[in-house]
Nanobody
Framework: QVQLVESGGGLVQPGGSLRLSCAASGSIFSKNIMGWFRQAPGEERDWVASVSDIGRTYYADSVKGRFTISRDNAMNSIYLQMNDLKPEDTGVYHC????????????WGQGTQVTVSS
């Protein structure tokens, strides 16, 4: 059964930091590129960052230099260290497999809310 559980969100002031975690079921995690996605209020979900099964990372331009994605294959988990947070980083953060058709996925976890505000 597919399962994704995100955690670690919260309310933080601009310039602050948060670390998000995602626990994935083994059937999803193994050998797949995993990533984080963000849905801002009133907007479509967007891709934020990805990490391959061997640790190669990719970032959206808007978060490059501020966010760091990582994974622990033994724990079937990925993480997103977010530093120097900005109000435009506000949204619900989800993790999932990264494939070209990700916009058509039917399954998403509950996500974790990140709010950046003073």
């Amino acid at each position: 059964q597919v399962q994704l559980v995100e955690s670690g969100g919260g309310l933080v002031q601009p310039g602050g930091s948060l670390r998000l975690s995602c626990a994935a079921s083994g059937s999803i995690f193994s050998k797949n590129i995993m990533g984080w996605f963000r849905q801002a209020p009133g907007e479509e979900r967007d891709w934020v960052a990805s990490v391959s099964d061997i640790g190669r990372t990719y970032y959206a331009d808007s978060v490059k230099g501020r966010f760091t994605i990582s994974r622990d294959n033994a724990m079937n988990s990925i993480y997103l260290q977010m530093n120097d947070l900005k109000p435009e980083d506000t949204g619900v953060y989800h993790c999932n497999i990264v494939r070209p058709n990700w916009r058509s996925y039917e399954y998403w976890g509950q996500g974790t809310q990140v709010t950046v505000s003073s």
